[in-house]
């Protein structure tokens, strides 16, 4: 089936039009007409090539929200009409240890991205949501909650559950201590999560205007993180540091803050830690650097459910497809509060 999106046809030309073929349906399969898609800060890192893997043309998007309108013959948890979601990745083995456990961001031979990765049976490459139309085995489906709005939920599929997975995998609840580094698209995720968990919630940044905003998203405290004197006070006192910064940071004034057994846990930067890591706050505090990538497919679930139930979604600034190029630029500005998302009916102008 050919569909109309926007690609990158190389690291430094804009996103335009192409048209493409979608691979044919198999039985376990939906075919998912695109509503919204989220603009994630990997859109543009993986559009430009910032990695060194990315696989053109490129049709980016795993914040995808849309509509069923076709089943194979074996696919039986959801019918046509229903509104459905798709996240960061759309297969894996099935079979290993973490995928057994739910855990197939972790698969042993590697989770297929929803765009930019291949295909496990024909090796194709994955495009994205960016485009008309997406078509995904129904076990990597994910369920909107009645009454949700689908336009703040787009971003869930990513932010949402970047940001839940560590909340739940480090045992967030009533009365944690959870400090976020960061008010960007999954900052302002981790502090409306960590919020209605429970939790005593502190933002760390380094802008004073950003105040207002980060006690409207969930934050009881902000530690301005370029004070010592600020810092001070805070020392010895987070459980849980979600450390959302995209781009090399130095790690080591944060790590004092952690309590006995505290963790600061990376879930935006991908490289190396600038400067390094000093061993004597974590050898004194048995403290851990660590990291967790996305979710699970039921853990997806679980985070959207919860959502549902607590009124949760993101802060978004709608966009048409035709100025996603400019989006790019404002990205990387930080010039959005606090995720683009494109409604993709504009794509048919």
Not at 92 to 109: A, M, N, T, V
Not at 164 to 189: E, F, Q, Y
Not at 242 to 258: A, C, F, G, K, S
């Amino acid at each position: 089936m050919k569909v109309l999106g926007y690609a990158a046809q190389n690291a430094t030309t804009p996103l335009a039009p192409w048209t493409f073929e979608r691979r044919a349906m198999r039985p376990d399969d939906v075919e998912i007409e695109i509503l919204y898609c989220g603009v994630c800060h990997s859109d543009l890192h993986q559009a430009r090539d910032d990695w060194g893997f990315s696989q053109f043309p490129l049709v980016p998007g795993h914040e995808i929200i849309g509509r069923i309108t076709a089943a194979g013959d074996k696919a039986s948890k959801f019918k046509a009409g229903e509104l459905m979601g798709v996240g960061c990745m759309v297969d894996s083995c099935r079979e290993c240890s973490p995928c057994s456990h739910g855990l197939e961001q972790y698969c042993e031979e590697g989770n297929i991205q929803t765009y930019n990765g291949r295909d496990r049976f024909d090796s194709q490459t994955t495009y994205g949501g960016y485009s008309q139309s997406i078509t995904v085995s129904e076990d990597f489906v994910l369920r909107m909650p009645e009454g949700m709005d689908l336009k703040g939920a787009a971003p869930l599929l990513c932010a949402g559950i970047t940001t839940w997975s560590p909340l739940r995998h480090w045992k967030v609840t009533k009365g944690s201590k959870v400090a976020v580094i960061g008010l960007g698209g999954l900052g302002h995720m981790a502090l409306k999560l960590a919020h209605a968990m429970g939790a005593e919630v502190t933002l760390f940044t380094r802008s004073p205007g950003k105040e207002a905003d980060a006690r409207r998203l969930g934050a009881h405290h902000v530690i301005l993180s370029t004070r010592p004197e600020q810092m001070e006070t805070v020392k010895s006192t987070f459980d849980l540091i979600i450390d959302t910064v995209p781009y090399e940071h130095d790690i080591n004034p944060y790590m004092p803050t952690l309590t006995l057994d505290g963790t600061l846990v990376f879930v935006g930067l991908l490289g190396d830690v600038t400067p390094p890591v000093s061993t004597l706050p974590l050898i004194l505090g048995r403290r851990t650097v660590s990291g967790s990538c996305i979710g699970g497919i039921a853990e997806t679930q679980e985070m959207l459910d919860f959502c549902g139930e607590h009124g949760i979604t993101a802060d978004v600034e709608m966009i048409d497809i035709q100025n996603i190029n400019h989006a790019f630029e404002r990205m990387e500005k930080s010039d959005v509060k606090y995720r683009f998302v494109i409604d993709m009916g504009t794509l048919k102008a």
